[in-house]
């Protein structure tokens, strides 16, 4: 299966706790962006990354949230000291260019529980 | 601020009848529009539009977008049960940035 792949599929948290999610894109796709959704609402944009670089975060919250897509290795979105809040659904997709040419894929999304 | 509206939110048909659903968005920078399918996992890509007036087909799906009216339609035709999912849109804006709509619950009954 060449699409978007996320992992974990499920994670649970503890308050205060670390959550780590990670987003490999389909192959020859060099732009990642995480979406949030919510219960009952539609995704929300977070972040727009490339490898080495985020070129648009105005999405993401300004504490506790940050993201990497690193030379090597998957995209990482992190939150720190989790909130009940944060419990939603988080999609990545890739796309191969920056430009309105091509569409952007989506993987099956993190469901990320706080307890 | 930027806003992307579907109605209706909820619908629900028999199988065999059309469906037209509707996106209507205020969007600053408007590059293109985005309609997805989304069952329990992904969100699955169904077209993507940037030209007024000009009909985009696969299979019994259609759509097409009026730049002038901010405003799009998906067809479904002879509905069958498979068809039953959340149907987003989505607008593409600015640097590759997707406003969403809040999407339409789609409910084909046998």
């Known amino acids: 299966n060449a699409g978007v792949m996320q992992n974990p599929r499920h994670l649970v948290r503890r308050r205060g706790q670390e959550a780590r999610l990670r987003c490999s894109p389909m192959k020859g796709h060099s732009h990642v962006y995480w979406y949030r959704q919510l219960p009952e609402e539609g995704l929300k944009f977070m972040v727009y990354l490339q490898k080495e670089n985020i070129i648009d975060e105005s999405g993401m919250p300004k504490e506790r949230f940050s993201a990497e897509f690193p030379k090597e290795g998957p995209s990482i979105l992190r939150i720190q000291q989790v909130v009940r809040g944060d419990s939603a659904a988080y999609f990545c997709?890739?796309?191969?260019?920056?430009?309105?040419?091509?569409?952007?894929?989506f993987g099956d999304g993190t469901r990320l529980s706080i307890l | 601020e930027d806003k992307v509206v579907q109605s209706p939110l909820s619908l629900v048909v028999h199988e065999g009848d059309t469906v037209t659903l509707n996106c209507s968005y205020e969007v600053t920078n408007f590059r293109s529009l985005l309609w997805y399918k989304q069952e329990k996992k992904a969100p699955t890509f169904l077209f993507m539009l940037?030209?007024?007036?000009i009909e985009k087909k696969s299979g019994r799906l259609s759509s097409i977008l009026d730049k002038k009216e901010l405003s799009s339609i998906l067809n479904i035709t002879a509905t069958q049960t498979g068809d039953s999912a959340i149907y987003l849109c989505?607008?593409?804006?600015?640097?590759?940035?997707?406003?969403f709509g809040q999407g339409t619950r789609l409910t084909i009954n046998p």
């Open positions: 940037t030209s007024s007036g």
């Open positions: 989505a607008v593409g804006q600015g640097a590759q940035k997707l406003v």
């Open positions: 997709a890739s796309s191969p260019q920056g430009e309105w040419g091509q569409p952007q894929h």
